[in-house]
């Protein structure tokens, strides 16, 4: 008899210690949901700071500010093909070898 009451009363001990061990789980994974929670509206607001800082208005204040201008307009460069070297595997695309292709070079870049 001694012996059932033993295992018994272990028994409700053990069942006790589980319960208070799923308690206090239950209360780490409720402050970690929250945090994560906390964590996700901060990302969206930084997020939302990043785009509001790097939208088309802010950047051509910004740029005005700083004292640039809008250019005149756009210029268009038409650049002669390379060359080929010796052995006709690759184009050279490096500076002219002449004086006379660096003249070339330097009228298609003109406007």
Do not use: C, Y
């Not at 006790?16 to 990302?43: C, G, M, P």
């Not at 660096?102 to 003109?110: F, R, V, Y």
């Amino acid at each position: 008899m001694w012996g059932a009451a033993l295992v018994t009363v272990a028994s409700l001990f053990t069942l006790v210690a589980f319960h208070v061990f799923a308690a206090q789980s239950a209360f780490t994974l409720e402050r970690l949901s929250k945090e994560r929670t906390n964590e996700q509206f901060r990302n969206q607001r930084l997020r939302l700071a990043v785009a509001n800082a790097s939208s088309a208005s802010v950047v051509i204040k910004a740029s005005e500010d700083f004292g640039m201008v809008e250019g005149s307009g756009v210029i268009t460069l038409t650049v002669p093909p390379g060359r080929h070297t010796d052995s006709g595997h690759s184009p050279v695309l490096g500076a002219p070898s002449s004086v006379k292709d660096w003249s070339e070079t330097k009228q298609a870049l003109e406007p």
